[in-house]
C-alpha cells in the first residue's frame, strides 16, 4: 500500500518562511503532488514534482528527494491569506488515475 | 469558464434515508472521482471512474454506489448502509493517463445525518 506522513499542524509568523515536509512509502513512484485547501472549501493543486530537486513557482517551491521517499514545500513571504491545509499525494503506482493524499498539514499564519 | 460543480452544498438527511450527490464537469475529462473527508483528516477515495461506463472501488467504497453514464456526470449515493455518513465530500476530474498531474476539486457537498 502507499503511506504519507506529514506533520499535523505548523505555525509560522507573517513575512517568513515555512517549510511543510512530506515522507511517502509506496511500492513504485510516479511524483510528488502538493495541494492547498482553505477551511470549508476545494483543494487546489500547487505543484508536481516528478524528478529530484526544486521547482519554483512565485513565492511557493515544492523539493523532492526521491531516494529519501522525501518532499516538502516552501512557502515565502508568508501572508495572512497562506492559512490553509497543506495535502501532499501520490499516484497509486499500478493505477495513474488513482491518488493517495497524506492526512494534511495545518498552517497557522500570525500577525 | 470551464470546472466542477456539486450540489448541494449542504444537505441533511435522516437516518435510513439514500440521497444522492451531484457532481458535473465541463472541462472534457475522463476521470472522475469522489473523496471523503472527515474534520481535520485528509481526503479518502470512494470511487473512481477512468471512463464513461466504467467505475472501480477506492478504499471507502462501503455503503456507497455511484454511476458514470456520461463523461460530464458521476454522481455518488450514499445509501442507508453507510454507518457514519456525516462528512464532506468532494469531486474531482483528471484527465486520463501519466502526463495529467492536476486534479481539479468541485466545491464540495457537506452532508449531515440527523
Known amino acids: 500500500g502507499q503511506s504519507l506522513e506529514q506533520p499535523s499542524e505548523v505555525t509560522a509568523v507573517e513575512g517568513a518562511i515555512v517549510q511543510i515536509n512530506c515522507t511517502y512509502q509506496?511500492?513504485?513512484?510516479?511524483?510528488l503532488s502538493w495541494y492547498q485547501q482553505h477551511d470549508g472549501g476545494a483543494p487546489t493543486f500547487l505543484s508536481y514534482?516528478?524528478?529530484?530537486g526544486l521547482e519554483e513557482t512565485g513565492r511557493f517551491s515544492s523539493f523532492l528527494s526521491r531516494s529519501d521517499s522525501y518532499g516538502y514545500l516552501l512557502l515565502q513571504e508568508l501572508q495572512m491569506k497562506d492559512s490553509a491545509s497543506y495535502f501532499c499525494?501520490?499516484?497509486?503506482?499500478?493505477?495513474?488515475?488513482?491518488?493517495?493524499f497524506g492526512s494534511g498539514t495545518k498552517l497557522n499564519v500570525k500577525p | 469558464d470551464g470546472g466542477i460543480t456539486q450540489s448541494p452544498k449542504y444537505l441533511f438527511r435522516k437516518e435510513g434515508q439514500n440521497v444522492t450527490l451531484s457532481c458535473e464537469q465541463n472541462?472534457?475529462?475522463?476521470?472522475m472521482y469522489w473523496y471523503r473527508q472527515d474534520p481535520g483528516q485528509g481526503l479518502r477515495l470512494i470511487y473512481y471512474?477512468?471512463?464513461?461506463?466504467?467505475?472501480q472501488k477506492g478504499d471507502i467504497a462501503e455503503g456507497y454506489s455511484v454511476s458514470r453514464e456520461k463523461k460530464e456526470s458521476f454522481p455518488l449515493t450514499v445509501t442507508s448502509a453507510q454507518k457514519n455518513p456525516t462528512a464532506f465530500y468532494l469531486c474531482?476530474?483528471?484527465?486520463?493517463?501519466?502526463?495529467?498531474?492536476?486534479?481539479?476539486f468541485g466545491p464540495g457537498t457537506r452532508l449531515t445525518v440527523l
Open positions: 474531482a476530474s483528471s484527465g486520463r493517463g501519466q502526463g495529467y498531474n492536476e486534479q481539479f
Open positions: 509506496t511500492s513504485g513512484f510516479y511524483g
Open positions: 514534482n516528478a524528478l529530484d
Open positions: 499525494a501520490v499516484r497509486d503506482p499500478t493505477n495513474f488515475n488513482k491518488f493517495y
Open positions: 472541462l472534457n475529462h475522463d476521470a
Open positions: 471512474s477512468q471512463i464513461v461506463n466504467d467505475f
